[in-house]
């Protein structure tokens, strides 16, 4: 028993009379602590297994549990609440509000969450001590992933999903992001699923899923990962 | 490759479907409304003219004031005066007090030969002989009579009552011959409408000491009015010789009026210049010719009067109020438009690299508005007629109203379409010119979101740190888009300020007894198109931020918020907003209805009641409420995944 398991999970999307195979038995596990990459190119279902591991989408068929909750049989209203208590969401193109500083970014996130850590500890811990006060359109690119990811850590999730958290930055930025995610995942043991088509990023990985049109390809378990500093793309 | 293009422009409507609907509402409640009121006037000045035409309405009662009435040669006179085409009746009406401020008024005419102002059989049928009278169709003042009800007609009675009215002294022989005169026993053959006392809240009588006739209720409520009107034939006239044998036969009411409806109807044109004129040299001339004689004019028939008056009046609120309803109409549809050509700027930048000509690209945004404001302005030309008779029929409160003319006044239409679709045309061109005029690079780089900064309120620690967190964020995001937030407000304020003139007036109706039961209506109609249009200006405007924030709220569902507390999030600007609005509406509100009492000759800003002014907010607010309903589900329904794309 995994802490993250999904079994025989299927999407089907109906578009028009068609019906679309999106996902398709889709069964593996994550543990706790775990730094776990999805890997497929665009189109291969990705961000369709991202919904339903975020909550945000409900499965057709199979089953998904986190923990001890089953989050396929959760309603409407039990899938916000596990947005909002369980799940940690780092977004490609960071979603900050504009209008709040990189600390109300942060509070705006935990002021609803029951378990929640301190907002500008966490915003510390990512490198923004200084700049706690700064409206986004004052940070570069790689200081708004920082609070994006802050804002997700200070929830204090069971589970931390990373949509391409590296896609809109460069190549060295996006490294930085990279190693501060993995240092969540080792640091706070959390489970970190980062969700990329650069399939440089196996190496750091503990457990990389291979997808591919709408199916699992394999897993694979890297006995020994390779620091992100010593990986090259 | 247009065919193409076409899809584009197919698909730019599905995908702006409400803001294509909230633009055709706006555009149909204010144009409607212009073309309504402003064409109202109009009709209700078409119908009194038609009827003045169709019932020979008199232009002049001349009375005489000399004992004996008017001679045959008087007669010969004033037929000379006004030609051959002129139409003359004679006969008499005496007003006869019956208690506090109330008299009867007894016609004696020619029934034969009724042709000055020609009555309409409301019920029962034509008298056939003298003892067959008419009674006034009643109405609030007027009593009437049941048709076949019987009734007597004491001439003794009336004569002597005549002259203590008028302080003559009364032989008393003669009193004494008079009171052995029996009283005529009569039945009253029909109910008739006069077109002389359509109004329906008094008709002054004759015995007002020549106060000048009013033009509107507040001014016959102190009045002496009449409570009944009979027409006896004067065939029922007892003569002299019935006191006395050796009398001559001369009927002891002579001919006291000449009624005169002119030869030339189309000189009243309801109340021309022209017809002024005509009237104030006849009045001379009458003068001349018949010296000592009154004249009465249509200017002094209060039914006349009033009606076009109140109709004066409902022109003169109504070009105040279209004005307002238009600036509000203007703003709307020209923010509407700007920020629809914002959102869409990845579009026209990619059409921009591929070589489309600006105009070729914009040409495509000013079709969605000429559509939108074509359809709303041509589905307008229906709400205004339907409302223009709406108002017509409100005055059958206050006037036995003639029948409504179907004449329609299309330059309020034409002029208020025009100008909205004008400013709908030239908003958009100017939104896309400037933007299809940067350089396709810059256009293709999102436009990078306003900068978040402090607000002045910040700088009140006083204040900002009790603001609770959400509301800090409402703040800046109130203050942040500057443009936008003065659109609202200002938006908001003239649509207050609307509601606020039509409770005004109403109040005015209501509890100080000014204007009529037909302004009264008026003000109801304003109240619920200015509500209607503060609803859609509130539903445009809270549209446009929920579509311009979409990524706001889907990453605001994916941290886990609520729906209520996502919805929250829109709407307490939204209410701030609308009560900023709110605040600056009621001096606003002050101004339009100085304005709106002014033109209207009646009422003061300080008379209007203290609860409507408490009331206006909430009616707002009420709008408000339904329109956050109505557009919750629309943020609800957004899809989470609009947080995970690229920005466009």
Redesign the interface.
Known sequence: MSFLELSNVGKNYKVGTVTVEALKEVTFGLEDGDFAVVLGSSGAGK?TL??LL?G??CATEGVIKLGDKEVTSLNK?GL??????D?G?V???Y?L?????AL?NV???V???KDHLSPEEILKEVGLGERLNN????LSGGEQQRVSIA?AMAKNPKLLLC?EPTGALDYNTGKKILKLLHDVSKQRKRLVIVVTHNSALKDMADKVVYIKSGRIERIETNARPVPIEEIEW | MIKTYLKTLWRMFAKHVTRFVSLVFMVLISVGFCSGVGSSTDKINKSLDEYYRAKNVGDFVIKSTAEGGFTQSDVDKARELFGENAVINTGNSIDISVGEKRSVRYYFLDFDNWTVSVPDIIEGEKSDGAHGIYVENPDNVLKGEEVGARQEIDFADILIKLAEQNGEEIDPAFKKLLEKLEPEKVTVSAVIQSPLTIANDGEPSYNNDGAEVPDTTVGTADMDCLENIYYVSKDLIPSQRDLMSFLPDTPLIADGDIYVAVGDRDIFGCFSARYKTFTDGAKESIASALPGAEVLTLYENYSFKSLYSYSEKVEGIGYILMVAFLIVTALVVLSNMTRLIEEERPQIACLKTLGYSSTGIISKYLLFALIATGLGGGGAYFVGIGLAYLICYVFNYSFFMPPISSSVAIVFYIIAFTLIVVSAVGATALAGYKLTGSRPASLLRPKPPRAGKKVIIEKIPFIWNRLSFKYKSTVRNVLRYKSRFFMTVISVAFSTALVMAGLGILDMCLFHDFGSAAIMGIALVIVAFAGLLTAVVIYTLTNINISERNREIATLMVLGYYDKEVTGYIYREVYINSVIGIIFGYPMSALLLLLVFNTMGFGTLGAVSWFMWLVLPFIVLLFTGAVTLILRRKIVKIDMNESLKAIE
């Not at chain 1, 916000?80 to 208590?85: I, P």
């Not at chain 1, 509000?97 to 500083?101: D, G, H, I, R, S």
């Not at chain 1, 409206?135 to 004052?138: I, K, L, V």
């Open positions: 961000t991202l919904n975020g945000m989408d209203r916000t609440e596990y947005r909002r208590n799940v969401f977004f490609q193109f979603n509000m504009p209008n709040l500083t109300e509070e705006i996130a002021e609803i969450c409206f986004p359109a004052q804002r949509d």
